[in-house]
């Protein structure tokens, strides 16, 4: 079970960064005792993995700061963060599925499953995030989007964290991230709501 929540809490991770938690897999195995990562998930404690992994986080966290230009790294990030789920995923559980030398047989057999498990958390929490933002950016002239990438870089940094450290405390994240979506799509009906009844009067 606790290996089920340390997967889901960094699938949940990668949907709000790709990188962050393959990053702290990697690096932890690599550098700490806190995570010994299974047989066929060691390339993530490669040294020049880490190093690319650290360049990419460098570029997301950039170009997620720049209004306009963070909705065009959503579109692009529509297949990276859920691959980047399902690979967090799988290897959170103790899977092996990375070193697929059959497709076919890969396939055929349940090793997908944890993969195909992430990367649904991770597309769910990355749609919610992609509809947000541009919300975010209109009501605030582009001035809340730095604002709300930093609060989601930290909130996939602590998901991480708290997936590998506790992972039990990841099913409360997850009702907060839950209660955050439902509470913004209630904002964003009515203010249509409130648009749509101005408009015939105006």
């Known amino acids: 079970m606790l290996e089920v929540l340390t997967a889901s809490g960094l699938a949940l991770a990668a949907g709000l960064n790709a990188w962050i938690p393959l990053l702290v897999l990697g690096a932890l195995d690599r550098f700490t005792d806190l ?34 230009l963070d909705s065009l790294n959503d579109i692009v990030q529509t297949v990276v963060r859920p691959t980047a789920g399902g690979l967090a995923f799988g290897s959170g559980v103790g899977a092996s599925t990375v070193a697929v030398t059959d497709p ?7 090793d997908w499953i944890p993969v195909a498990v992430g990367v649904v958390l991770a597309l769910g929490v990355h749609l919610a995030k992609a509809g947000v933002r541009p919300v975010v950016n209109a009501s605030t002239a582009g001035v809340g989007a730095p604002v709300v990438s930093t609060v989601e870089d930290v909130g996939s940094v602590l998901l991480s964290f708290l997936a590998i450290l506790v992972p039990v405390l990841i099913v409360i994240a997850l009702g907060v991230m839950i209660g955050l979506v439902v509470v913004v799509v209630r904002r964003r009906r009515r203010r ?3 648009t749509d009844v101005a408009a015939p009067g105006s």
């Open 192 to 194: 249509r709501a409130g």
């Open 104 to 110: 076919e047989a890969f396939f055929t057999s349940p």
């Open 35 to 68: 995570v010994d990562l299974p047989v066929g998930w060691e390339w993530l404690a490669n040294e020049w993995v880490l190093l690319v992994l650290v360049v990419l986080l460098i570029v997301e966290v950039v170009a997620d700061k720049v209004p306009g």
